[in-house]
């Protein structure tokens, strides 16, 4: 078992639809961020989140951290074919500790 | 640009035989990672430097090891690459372990073993 689940694990969607991934666990994390992963490539930091109930938005994508601070959502809107890819959550227990990564959604968006 | 280079982006070594993998960084970064990530997998740590303090994951095997040789530079050395090593590694930096540890990753060196 992960400490973070991330659901759901693949998605298939139509470009122009809307689209929201979890990144979910029992721990409370001092921090999480996202990542987009692209295929041959290595993983590009999206976003960070510090504050319970946090809210960041990055242009079409919108990051929300949950006010426990145990679980984070990815919303995307009008999904473009450019957002294709592996997106991965991951978290900081406490200071000092190291990155836990999720398991990854993988993203398809059609034309 | 500020960033994180591997060399090189593909990599094929026989069954046994040492391969090293490097990565450089322009960051300045205090820390830097090695991850190993499968098909379709999240990236596994493997070890990560603290300047020059040198940390092992407990599951990571004695077939890997690291060298750091400055702030800029670091090496991953497969031993005896067995079939199960072929992977992409992924080299990663972060200024320091503070509590956000946003980490910065490199492009990656797909290893295949034959």
């Known amino acids: 078992t992960q400490l973070l689940e991330q659901s759901p694990q693949f998605l298939s969607i139509q470009e122009g639809e809307n689209l929201t991934v979890y990144c979910n666990s029992s721990s409370v994390f001092s921090s999480l961020q996202w990542y987009r992963q692209e295929p041959g490539e290595g993983p590009v930091l999206l976003v960070t989140v510090v504050t319970g109930g946090e809210v960041k938005k990055l242009k079409r994508l919108t990051f929300q951290f949950g006010d426990a601070r145990k679980d984070s959502s990815l919303h995307i809107t009008a999904a473009q074919t450019g957002d294709t890819g592996l997106y991965l959550c991951?978290?900081?227990?406490?200071?000092?500790?190291?990155?836990?990564f999720g398991g990854g959604t993988r993203l398809m968006v059609k034309p | 640009d500020a960033m994180v280079i591997q060399n090189p982006r593909y990599q094929v070594t026989q069954f046994g035989k040492p391969v090293t993998l490097s990565c450089s960084q322009t960051?300045?970064?205090?820390?830097m990672y090695w991850y190993q990530q499968k098909s379709s997998q999240a990236p596994k740590l493997l070890f990560h430097?603290?300047?020059?303090?040198?940390?092992n994951e407990a599951d990571t095997p004695d077939n890997f090891q690291s060298r750091r040789p400055n702030t800029s530079f670091c090496f991953l050395d497969i031993r005896s690459p067995g079939l199960g090593d072929a992977a992409m590694y992924l080299c990663a930096t972060s200024r320091d372990p503070g509590a956000t540890y946003e980490q910065y990753f490199g492009p990656g060196t797909r290893l295949t073993v034959t």
């Open positions: 991951a978290g900081v227990l406490n200071a000092g500790n190291m990155l836990t």
């Open positions: 960051l300045n970064h205090n820390v």
């Open positions: 430097y603290y300047d020059k303090d040198f940390n």
